[in-house]
């Protein structure tokens, strides 16, 4: 069984539907790839997971355990950290309180273990933990990011977009990154990408909606070679 699943989702904002039917799931200490268009309802799918998005019908299964009506608080303590492609740093705090913030919840022990555990994946943070966070480079904010989730233990993280605006460089860096998350901190990674080629390469399993809806699931080599992939992510019949 996946860790992570939806099943029958139709999802959106108020009365607003977003997505439709959607079966999608995570499996476990694996990457999985969501691509498509802009619009295509990716962030929806991750908003619907973490209790952002309005559920209309169809459920949310986090290790056997029902997510819908549950508050977004409530889900993350449960060991699923979302990343946001906006909004996802405190800039006018350093590196340090951020990632304190981050886990307010836990014991002082706690939360010395897993700054260090964030600064061995990241030394470049442990670097400038006295740094104001707005005062990074777009990368290493990316990072700081990923490291606020890191920090509170999860066992699944929804990545959104996170080489939005990175130079081609930063971008591979950043992937890099994801593919240590799974490989040696074992964690379940749902990324959501536009840099559909580079995603799919790093991927176990990919995803691709278009207009709300799957259009492709599988093996995320074959979407790659699909003759008609460019068709496919543009949405064109």
Do not use: C, W
């Not at 990343?83 to 740093?89: D, S």
């Not at 939360?111 to 707005?134: H, I, N, T």
């Amino acid at each position: 069984m996946p860790i992570l699943y939806t099943k029958k989702i139709f999802s959106g904002y108020g009365d607003l539907r977003v997505l439709f039917n959607i079966n999608f799931s995570a499996e476990d200490k694996k990457i999985t790839v969501v691509v498509g268009p802009n619009g295509a309802g990716k962030t929806t799918l991750l908003n619907t997971i973490t209790g952002v998005a309005t559920i209309h019908s169809g459920e949310v299964v986090f290790k056997n355990r029902r997510l819908n009506g549950m508050p977004p608080y409530s889900i993350a303590r449960m060991g699923i950290a979302y990343v946001p492609q906006m909004g996802n740093i405190f800039s006018n705090l350093t590196v340090e309180e951020n990632l304190r913030l981050s886990g307010y919840f836990l014991s002082e022990n706690e939360l010395l273990d897993r700054l260090e555990y964030v600064y061995s994946m990241f030394p470049v943070l442990k670097e400038f933990r006295s740094r104001r966070a707005g005062t990074l480079s777009g990368g290493e904010r990316r990072m700081l990011a990923i490291g606020l989730g890191l920090m509170r233990k999860p066992e699944v993280m929804l990545l959104d977009e996170v080489t939005t605006d990175l130079a081609p460089k930063i971008v591979k860096k950043v992937l890099e990154t994801v593919v240590r998350l799974r490989d040696e901190a074992k964690l379940t990674i749902v990324l959501v990408e536009q840099h559909a080629a580079r995603a799919l390469q790093i991927g176990d399993k990919a995803y691709l909606l278009v207009s709300g809806s799957i259009r492709y699931e599988g093996d995320p080599q074959e979407l790659l070679r699909h003759p008609e992939f460019s068709k496919l992510y543009l949405g064109i019949s």
